[in-house]
């Protein structure tokens, strides 16, 4: 791997790790302070990937101590060093769901099946909370009180509830395994049922199809049933959602999109798509324009770490 590479790396990893606080989680960039769970469980997964298990635990630790009476994980907020709970988060789905996606990681690197079976009481009253959030279609809701069937949230719930199977068949939590697969399998068969051939696209929530004028959420969701395995990056669909894409956004990959957020996720998707051109291009220009550029303010944890992950 050539140097300026391996600095890189190194640098990021050094990014997301000044980010941690001594409670262990991680906030959204080293000087804000706003503490979000669902982007640092994603944000985490880079870590697992350069072997610092230490750091992540301390993380999937402070989750745990931070679940409500009500089974659910608030945003929280540094105010003169202090953390304090928000009373509210973004959704509820996507914050368990990117939890067990990062314990399964977790697991598998560092096999730490003691870790799990002392938490297992709490992760199976997170595996409830999540389960109760799905639908008779298969789909889950946003939060309890935003009943919304995002693509994006249904994508990551489909694979959280698939690594919450692997992660409790490990420590022979049969039942929990089962629901928890059950789960999976009809959030897998709901997204799937919101394809809509005559239009080429999954519904970005409920019945709303894409304008592919809009970047997010209409175009960026339609990555996610890619990225999270709903379909095969060489189907048909796949191959269609990418080109509409490009068509629409032919210079995604230098941030000209109308957000000011990166989206390193969509590169993600270009390389799942083969298409490592846009990937080259997207890193380099993120190099220049959010690491070392005027645009240093929108480069948070979660794009860090998909940063990292394309220079793997």
């Not at 931070?66 to 089974?71: K, L």
């Not at 298409?275 to 070392?292: H, K, Q």
Request: hydrophobic content about 40%; some cysteine.
């Amino acid at each position: 791997m050539e140097r300026t590479v391996l600095l890189m790396i190194e640098r990021q990893k050094k990014y997301l790790l000044q980010c941690q606080l001594p409670s262990g989680t991680f906030r959204m960039s080293p000087h804000s302070p706003s503490i979000n769970p669902y982007f640092t469980n994603l944000a985490l997964l880079a870590l697992v990937s350069c072997g610092e298990l230490s750091a992540v635990k301390n993380h999937l630790d402070w989750y745990l101590a931070h679940v409500s009476a009500d089974g659910f994980v608030n945003d929280y907020r540094l105010e003169d060093g202090k953390e304090i709970d928000t009373g509210k988060a973004d959704s509820e789905d996507s914050y368990h769901a990117t939890y067990f996606t990062l314990l399964a990681a977790y697991l598998t690197e560092s096999g730490d099946i003691p870790w799990c079976i002392r938490n297992r009481d709490v992760l199976r009253t997170l595996l409830s909370a999540l389960l109760s959030l799905q639908q008779p279609d298969g789909l889950t809701w946003a939060k309890r009180r935003w009943k919304v069937k995002y693509l994006m949230d249904n994508c990551e719930a489909y694979k959280g509830l698939a690594d919450a199977a692997f992660l409790f068949g490990e420590i022979g939590e049969k039942e929990a395994a089962r629901l928890a697969h059950e789960g999976a399998l009809a959030c897998r068969r709901g997204i799937a049922a919101t394809y809509d051939p005559k239009r080429k696209t999954f519904a970005v929530y409920d019945r709303y199809y894409p304008r592919w004028t809009k970047w997010y959420p209409d175009a960026t969701s339609q990555a996610f049933p890619v990225l999270y395995g709903i379909i095969p990056p060489q189907s048909g669909e796949a191959i269609q959602l990418y080109d509409q894409l490009t068509a629409s956004f032919p210079c995604f990959d230098t941030f000209r999109t109308g957000d000011l957020y990166p989206w390193m996720i969509m590169g993600e998707f270009a390389r799942l798509m083969g298409d490592e051109e846009r990937v080259r291009r997207m890193v380099n220009t993120a190099a220049d324009l959010y690491i070392f550029g005027p645009r240093a303010k929108y480069w948070l944890i979660h794009e860090a770490a998909r940063f990292l992950r394309l220079l793997d």
